[in-house]
């Protein structure tokens, strides 16, 4: 069973600096892109980032880019966010999800998720 | 940027059919997923690839997807379909970037 928890969330003041963690089980973690989609509160789905399965290639939101930074550890199976500069703006739930990749067209879409961690930007 | 564009919310009488659009440029041309959220929960994956479902998505769920208009369909609708229906494409034409619809919130009457 594919099971992805996420953890790192918390509050943070603007300007801050957070790392969110999520360990992946129940599959073969470093066969698969994984991404991270943040909802903030009341409001829709929002892709964040993903990364391809070795970990060489990163994609972003341009909402995100130059603040945060996508990695993961194959060897430990955890995928990592790292968030700085933070603002209000960037204050929602944050999902960890696996990544399947159309083979055709290279793009990726989201066939399990985790259930999330909260950060919350605020002084 | 790529946009997708929702209707804000679908009611349905059980037992009716429900349609879900997502508008897009050219959707047609680009593999539509769509995804389930009910409250408190984290999104399902109900169809890829336009119109295929993951197993153990009930066949009730459909996808199509042409021109500029991709739609989900749910029928014979249950009380236990009411949740908030996100489409999502993958922008390949400029940087490589995730894309989702605003969502739609289908109410069961």
């Known amino acids: 069973e594919v099971q992805l928890v996420e953890s790192g969330g918390g509050l943070v003041q603007p300007g801050g600096s957070l790392r969110l963690s999520c360990a992946a089980s129940?599959?073969?973690?470093?066969?698969?892109?994984m991404a991270w989609v943040r909802q903030a509160p009341g409001k829709g789905l929002e892709w964040v980032s993903a990364?391809?399965?070795?970990?060489?290639?990163?994609y972003y939101a341009d909402s995100v880019k130059g603040r945060f930074t996508i990695s993961r550890d194959n060897s430990k199976n955890t995928l990592f966010l790292q968030m700085n500069s933070l603002r209000a703006e960037d204050t929602a739930l944050y999902f960890c999800?696996?990544?399947?990749?159309?083979?055709?067209?290279?793009?990726?879409?989201?066939?399990?998720w985790g259930q999330g961690t909260l950060v919350t930007v605020s002084s | 940027s790529y946009v997708l564009t929702q209707p804000p919310s679908v009611s349905v009488a059980p037992g009716k059919t429900a349609r879900i659009t997502c508008g897009g440029n050219n959707i047609g041309s680009k593999n539509v997923h769509w995804y389930q959220q009910k409250p408190g929960q984290a999104p399902v994956l109900v169809i890829y690839?336009?119109?295929d479902r993951p197993s153990g998505i009930p066949e009730r769920f459909s996808g199509s997807n042409s021109g500029n208009t991709a739609t989900l369909t749910i029928s014979r609708v249950e009380a236990g379909d009411e949740a908030d229906y996100y489409c999502q494409v993958w922008d390949s034409n400029s940087a490589h970037q995730g894309v989702f619809g605003a969502g739609t919130q289908v109410t069961v009457l």
């Open positions: 990364i391809t399965a070795s970990g060489g290639i990163t």
């Open positions: 999800s696996k990544c399947r990749v159309l083979v055709a067209s290279g793009g990726y879409y989201f066939d399990f």
């Open positions: 690839h336009d119109s």
């Open positions: 129940g599959f073969t973690f470093n066969n698969y892109a």
